[in-house]
T-cell receptor, first 113, second 115 residues
């Protein structure tokens, strides 16, 4: 069964610190892997999109990496800000008929002053 | 503001009823996607339309249906509603199809409460 699993489930860090969120997937082959940020009660916002052949993609203080051999992706947040408090969701879009997008359960990040 | 609009913002209805959720994509976007987000199941992909035609289908129940009109706005119809259908329903749009690397822009969502 195609799955996307994220860890940790939640994370508390101090403002200004860095953190790394993990995403393990079994979906293969896939078209692309995405990271989204979602504030409570609002629509997700796209952070990065990586194809199978890409290893890293940056968007400001957010850097996503992809290791296709180990089927792992990570999202690194640098110099965290209070506004980074949100859920971060890993999404994999399979490269098979139907393109049934598969979402991870998300990591809830709390940034404290 | 993503440029994607959804109406209504909130909807409260009773079991067994039928509702219609509406989505207007960003100007120039041809693809519309519908997603459901509930507390126990997280985000789930329901269905995608591209330029008026169904392109991909996810975990959409038979009681649910959608369509995309010539002006590219889309409607999601939910019928014979059950308590478990209570959720946030998001619409997203992108220029092309999601097997490309186009960014999907999400609307603010419609919160459906079934009593």
């Amino acid at each position: 069964k195609n799955q996307v699993e994220q860890s940790p489930q939640s994370l508390i860090i101090l403002e200004g610190k860095n953190c790394t969120l993990q995403c393990n997937y079994t979906v293969s082959p896939f078209s692309n892997l995405r990271w989204y940020k979602q504030d409570t009660g609002r629509g997700p916002v796209s952070l990065t999109i990586m194809t199978f052949s890409e290893n890293t993609k940056s968007n400001g203080r957010y850097t996503a990496t992809l290791d296709a051999d180990t089927k792992q992706s990570s999202l690194h947040i640098t110099a965290s800000q209070l506004s980074d408090s949100a859920s971060y969701i890993c999404v994999v879009i399979p490269n098979t008929g139907g393109f049934k997008t598969i979402f991870g359960a998300g990591t809830r990040l709390f940034v404290k002053a | 503001d993503s440029g994607v609009t959804q109406t209504p913002k909130h909807l409260i209805t009773a079991t067994g009823q039928r509702v219609t959720l509406r989505c207007s994509p960003r100007s120039g976007d041809l693809s519309v996607y519908w997603y459901q987000q509930s507390l126990d199941q997280g985000l789930q992909f329901l269905i995608q339309y591209y330029n008026g035609e169904e392109r991909a289908k996810g975990n959409i129940l038979e009681r649910f249906s959608a369509q995309q009109f010539p002006d590219l706005h889309s409607e999601l119809n939910l019928s014979s509603l059950e308590l478990g259908d209570s959720a946030l329903y998001f619409c997203a749009s992108s220029v092309a199809t999601h097997d490309s690397t186009d960014t999907q822009y999400f609307g603010p969502g419609t919160r459906l409460t079934v009593l």
